[in-house]
C-alpha cells in the first residue's frame, strides 16, 4: 500500500504540490469537456451512435495527435517544461471557446471533430509534459510513490470533472445550452491550471543535458533516439508494451459500455439514463484505478513491478472479464461495474509501474520524446480494441465471445511479461534495484 509517511514525504515538496496542482485542476477541466462533447454528440436523444460512429469519433479525435505526438515529445526535451504547460494550458482555453460556439449553433460535424482533436492533442501534450516533468520535483526513491498518487488523482479528477458536468448539465435543463456552459466551466479550469504553472520557476522542470536541435531534421533525429533509447532499454519498452496491451482490452470495453448502457440497459429515448449509468460505470473504473494506486507502490516493492503488473492483468483477464461478459448477457448493471473496476484496478497498477520503469531507465533528455511515444502507442492502442469492437460487435454491446477473447488477450500478456523478466524489477532505490 501507499505509506503514509512515504505520501507525507512526497506532499512536503512545495514545487512537486504546484504541479500536482497543474494535473489535478487541468483533468478536472478535461473531464468537464468530456462530459459537456458526451452530452452533445453520443448522448443527445437525436443523435443516435452505433458501434462504427462511435469508433470513427475516437479515431478522429486520438490518431492524428498520436501521429505528431513523438515529434511534440522532442520539443518537451528542448523547450522548458514550465513554459510548455503554463501556454499549453491557456490554448486549450482559448481553443475551447469555438467549441463553445459551434455547440450553441447545433454543430456537431467535421469542424467540431478538428477543433476538439486541437483541445485533446495539446492536452495530450501536457499529460506527457507532466509525467516527464515528475522526476525534476520528486526524490528518486519517492518516485513510484508519486507515480501513484498523480496519474490516480488525475483521473479521479477528471471523473469527478465528468460527473460534475453531468450534473450541471442538468440543473440548467440539458439540452445544447448546458453543454455549452460545462465547456465555459472547463475553459476557467485549464486557465486556472496555467496559473498554478506561473508559480514554479521557469527551469525547475527541466530538460536537462544537451538538447535537440531547431531543424526538422533535429526533430527527426530526436524522435529516432527517443526509440533507439527503448530498445536499449528493454525494460522500459517492456513496460509500455503491457500498457498498450491493456489499453487495447480498455478500447474495447469501453466501446460495449457506451453501447450496452445505451442500446441494452435503456429505451432509445432515454439518453440521460444512459448517460448516468456510463458516468457510474466510467466512476467504478476510476475507483478500480484509486485501489491500485494505493496498492500498488508497496506491492511493487515487495513483489517486483513485473510480478506485481502481471497480477493485476491476469486477475482482470479473469475476474474481470467475467463480470463484464456476466452483466453484459443477464443483463446486470450492477456486475457490470465490478467489472469495470477490475479492469480499472489493473489499467493504473500497470500503469503506475510503467511509468516508474520508464522513469529510472531513460536519461531526462529523452524522457519528453520517450512518454510522448508512450502516450502514442496509448492512444494508437485505445483506438484499436475501440475499431476492433465496432468490426465485430453487435449495436448491443452484448458480445461475450469478442468480451472473452480479450481476457485471454489480458492472461497470456501477463503470463509473457512474467516470464520475460530478466530479474526481479526493483521499483525504489534500494541496494541491488
Known sequence: MVALPALREVLAGRDFRRLYG????AQTGDGLLQAALATFVLFSPEREPDAVKVAAAFAILLLPYSVIGPFAGVFLDRWRRRNV???????????????????????????LGLVVLTVLGIGRFVLAGL??????????????????????SGTIMAAIGALAGVALRGALGGGDTGSA?????AVLAYVGSAGIAMLLAADRLGPDGERPGDTFRGVAV??????????????????????GIHRIAFGVLTAGGLLLVRYTFNDLTAADTALNEFALLTGAAALGALVGAILTPGASRRWGAVAWSAFALAQAGIVG?????AGAMIPAFGILLAGAASIG?????????????????????????????FDMIVNVCLVAGIVVFAIVSPTSGQAPLTYAAVGILL???????RLRRPNRVRTTDEPGG
Open 321 to 325: 472479464i467475467a463480470l463484464v461478459i
Open 411 to 417: 492472461v497470456a500478456t501477463a503470463v509473457w511479461y
Open 345 to 373: 484496478f489493473a489499467g493504473q497498477s500497470v500503469k503506475v509501474c510503467s511509468d516508474t520503469l520508464v522513469q529510472r531507465h531513460v536519461p531526462d533528455d529523452h524522457l519528453g520524446r520517450v512518454f510522448s511515444l
Open 181 to 185: 456552459a460545462v465547456l465555459a466551466c
Open 22 to 25: 497543474v494535473r489535478l485542476v
Open 222 to 243: 530526436g524522435l529516432v533516439e527517443g526509440i533507439r533509447e527503448l530498445r536499449v532499454h528493454v525494460q522500459a519498452g517492456r513496460a509500455i508494451v503491457v500498457v
Open 131 to 152: 509525467s516527464a516533468s515528475l522526476p525534476h520535483v520528486v526524490a528518486g526513491r519517492d518516485l513510484v510513490t508519486a507515480n501513484a498518487l498523480t496519474p490516480t
Open 85 to 111: 504547460l503554463v501556454r499549453a494550458n491557456l490554448l486549450k482555453a482559448l481553443v475551447t471557446l469555438p467549441i463553445i460556439l459551434l455547440v450553441l449553433a447545433g454543430n456537431d460535424g467535421p469542424l
